[in-house]
């Protein structure tokens, strides 16, 4: 199991300005000017909601990948391993993002500056 640890890299300060860049267009286009840090956050909610929703999914396929996978996610504990999990999952989003993941982002950051 350890050699599948640790060799993907952490690509999500890249993913996340990819996302901030492609959001301030969005939003641009669409009249409203939010300042950077308020689409950050959106972003990295957006990002940690993916993955939380796939990374058991990951560690499932690292786990089958080595022979040893037991299809019971809930008992893994290696901390090590869930990072490569989850890290694995924030490479595949930065590869091919769901199709309508910038404007869902961009629509949470205009209702967020219309409330106020």
Known sequence: MTKQKGFTPD??????NDIISKIEKICTDKGCRPDKELIQQHVERAIDQYVEEWYEVSLEAIELQDGDADY???EFNDEELILEARLRVIKDLYEDRPPDM???IADSVIKE???K
């Open 113 to 115: 500056i219309e409330k």
């Open 72 to 74: 019971t996610t809930d």
């Open 11 to 16: 690509v999500r300060p890249k993913l996340v």
């Open 102 to 104: 910038h404007n869902k």
